[in-house]
């Protein structure tokens, strides 16, 4: 790629600023000053340095978020606050964007990159990907619900996938429930249990496919994943 947009894409600057970068000399190509924005990098292989600070490339970024509620899973909204505004300016990138979508109101495991290839596997139907909710719910989910949302539930738009429900405990008129989808229709974890007669509470996503939610990541927070856990989706064939 080009000089000028490789630096951009390593978190230089904008466009503007790292061409003026390059202007100045402050730029060395394989240990040469580099002067010409149009410059063609082979990302691996040339060695790119500012101020003698060497500067690597990644083609793709993967964060795991920790959602609170009352955040948009969006890129950018006009009057509320997204995910991606919970970034750090070192880290926002703008081709980044959440995988999928979680509720404003619904916390918990959210997957952010620029990986679209990847973004489009986790999500497509025919690759039937899990998603593991924890929900507190206003009534008593019994048995019966159980086999409902194993036997899937008919809506007007739409049939659900047969999907899991755990029971953890019923007590004083209220439900602690896993819950465990392979699709992500609109609202479909409370709509399944509002099919039931009962009403969520609240709902924080634990897992997704095989990535699981960092118990140790505070509300709000985000980090980087690990090698461990790319590793888990090559091991289902999926593009990293």
Known sequence: MR?????????LGSRSEVKQVIKKGLIKVNGQVEKSAKTQIREGQDQVHYQDQELTYQAFYYWM??????????????????????????????????????DKDTEGLLLLTNNGPLAH???????????????????????EDQK????????KDFTSQPAGLEILEVREGRSEVLI????????????????????????????????QLDP????????????????LFEDLALPL
């Open 148 to 155: 409902r949302f194993a036997a899937g539930i008919a809506f």
């Open 65 to 102: 978020l920790n959602k609170p509620a009352g955040v948009l899973s969006a890129t950018q909204d006009s009057s509320s606050k997204t995910v991606l505004d919970l970034l750090a300016p070192e880290d926002w990138r703008k081709d980044l964007f959440p995988v999928g979508r979680l």
């Open 121 to 143: 596997a986790l999500l497509s139907p025919k690759r039937h990907v899990s998603k593991l909710y924890r929900a507190l719910v206003a009534g008593e989910m019994t048995v």
């Open 3 to 11: 000089l000028d947009r490789y630096l951009v894409e390593v978190g």
């Open 180 to 211: 465990r989808i392979q699709e992500g229709k609109f609202h479909q974890v409370k709509r399944m249990v509002a099919a039931c007669g009962k009403e969520v509470t609240y709902l924080e996503r634990l897992a997704m496919g095989p990535l």
């Open 216 to 231: 140790n990541l505070a509300r709000g927070a985000y980090r980087p994943l690990t090698e461990e856990e790319l590793a």
